[in-house]
């Protein structure tokens, strides 16, 4: 019987591999080390609010391959990014909007459109309709309801110079079916304006059922005082008294006599009571700003 050990003896490695895998195992192990030193200073930096150094930290941590910086860099960039355009600083903001929207931020994304849409919305309150068009259409491009609805306005009431009914009907339409309800009373007059008055009434209806008080007030105005086909004044009185005083759409309104005292008492309660509508939509501080 022969004895020994069979283990491999370290005699067998030659000295040049061991002090070398002694470097590299001691190499790995500083990284290590580093890495979780920096990962500490970076969330240390978080929990400051300190975005900026927390960014200047985590940047070489992702590229040496922490998961954990990896995680965190995006959404300490959309803190970077709010924080610079509630400071008025656009350049940094956009700058940091667009390299986030670039990496899959969603909420960048949202965020440059509705920076987008406030410009937008400031041009045309100033009139500057040539300016915001390009603007306008980039958004509906983007799938901005309230700009698919703007730019429709714009075409329906010829800011850009020929009214075009067509591409306003167009663009309602497309805001509609992304469930903006404000775009059924645009949707609604555009077709007033092309003289079809049964869309119009379907596209009333539709925003007033949805609540919609602009709807409401059309859908009543249009029932009471029908230019085509049959009248319904208990109906749209409803509608009308519902935008004005929130009461439902359904209750039932006093009926007046089909005399020519009772036609001009019901046209005038009509007319009062969507300019109540009017009235209290516009004080309404969560007065929608395109209605």
């Known amino acids: ?82 924080a610079a ?43 500057n309709y040539e300016r915001a068009r390009p603007l306008l259409e980039s958004l509906a491009e983007r799938g901005s309801p309230w700009a698919m609805n703007q730019l429709g306005r714009l075409h329906r009431d010829g800011k850009f110079g020929t009214p075009d009914l067509h591409n306003a009907i167009a663009l309602f339409d497309k805001a509609v079916c992304v469930g903006h309800v404000p775009a059924y009373k645009c949707l609604g007059c555009a077709h007033l304006r092309k003289g079809d008055y049964e869309s119009a009434r379907i596209a009333f209806i539709t925003g007033a059922e949805l609540g919609h008080k602009g709807s409401m007030v059309m859908a009543g105005l249009m029932l009471v005082f029908e230019p085509r086909g049959e009248t319904d004044t208990q109906t749209g009185l409803a509608w009308l008294n519902h935008a004005a005083y929130g009461t439902n759409g359904q209750a039932t309104v006093r009926e007046y006599p089909r005399t020519g005292l009772g036609c001009l008492r019901l046209g005038s309660r009509a007319i009062w009571l969507a300019l109540v509508a009017a009235t209290r939509s516009r004080l309404d501080r969560n007065y929608y700003r395109v209605s």
């Not at 940091?96 to 960048?108: D, T, V």
């Open 1 to 82: 019987m022969t004895g020994g050990n069979t283990s491999p003896q370290s005699s067998e490695i030659p000295p040049n591999e061991l002090r070398l895998a002694f470097a590299l195992g001691t190499a790995d192990w500083v990284q290590q080390t580093q890495t979780w030193q920096d990962e500490l200073l970076a969330q240390r930096a978080i929990e400051e609010k300190n975005y900026d150094e927390a960014a200047r930290l985590l940047e070489p941590l992702a590229a040496r391959g922490s998961a954990w910086a990896q995680r965190n860099q995006l959404w300490v960039d959309e803190w970077r990014a709010e």
């Open 85 to 127: 355009v509630e400071a008025g600083d656009e350049e940094t903001g956009a700058r940091l909007l667009a390299s986030l929207a670039a990496r899959g931020s969603q909420w960048a994304v949202d965020r440059q459109i509705s920076r987008d849409e406030h410009q937008a919305w400031r041009l045309t309150r100033a009139r």
